[in-house]
């Protein structure tokens, strides 16, 4: 998936190359929020006969699972096509750099603004003008915090998703201050041996 000219080795003439048009993509993005909470109550009025109603917690629950979950296969995918023709990465560093700049941009259409690391493991994103956030407004500034964290969950999907890929067991993040400003924080979790 590209949203840019194509340019080798992803040219119109190879079989794997999808195009998207990036207003599609936009409303994809903007219409997966009321989507999975429209899945998630869905599913509660099917078990309202068997167990009682959901608070509105497990229902929130609920919608971050589904989106978290396909931000995640996104994100396997994306590694798995355009790092194909790269050489293996070494360090964890230039994995997160490669997230930060070529798979934001292939979403986002725009690299990462910012990336700090306190190199034991924990990484801070910082993305300005975050595209899912660009068109957004609302009359309160709690309301606005409210409203556009499930907006988050599929990106730290994706993330999370990426990183997996590429061999990296992390916990993912995000908050916004405001509007449209994003800041996503990874924490690797590294395995005892």
């Not at 040219?11 to 993005?29: E, K, R, V, Y």
């Not at 869905?42 to 109603?53: F, G, K, L």
């Not at 990106?155 to 993912?172: F, K, N």
Request: charged letters at 25%; aromatic letters at 10%; proline letters at 6%.
């Amino acid at each position: 998936m590209s949203f840019e000219t194509p340019l080798p080795p992803y040219n119109a003439s190879d079989p794997h190359a999808t195009f998207l048009n990036s207003s599609c993509f936009d409303l994809l993005l903007i219409e997966m929020v009321p989507f999975a909470h429209r899945l998630a109550e869905q599913s509660t009025a099917e078990r309202a006969a068997v167990t009682p109603r959901l608070d509105e917690e497990e229902q929130r629950e609920a919608v971050f699972r589904r989106l978290d979950h396909l931000g995640y296969r996104v994100g396997q995918g994306l590694v798995e096509r355009f790092s194909r023709d790269r050489p293996r990465f070494t360090d964890t560093l230039d994995m997160i750099k490669f997230l930060c700049k070529d798979i934001w941009t292939l979403v986002f259409r725009k690299q990462i603004d910012n990336l700090k690391t306190n190199h034991r493991g924990v990484y801070v994103l910082t993305d300005h003008s975050f595209r899912p956030f660009a068109r957004m407004s609302m009359a309160s500034p709690s309301e606005t915090l409210a409203r556009v964290q499930p907006f988050l969950w599929f990106p730290c999907g994706i993330i999370r998703g990426a990183l997996a890929s590429m061999g990296i067991e992390a916990t993912v993040q995000a908050e916004t201050a405001e509007l449209p400003g994003a800041t996503f924080q990874i924490k690797t979790i590294t395995t005892k041996s």
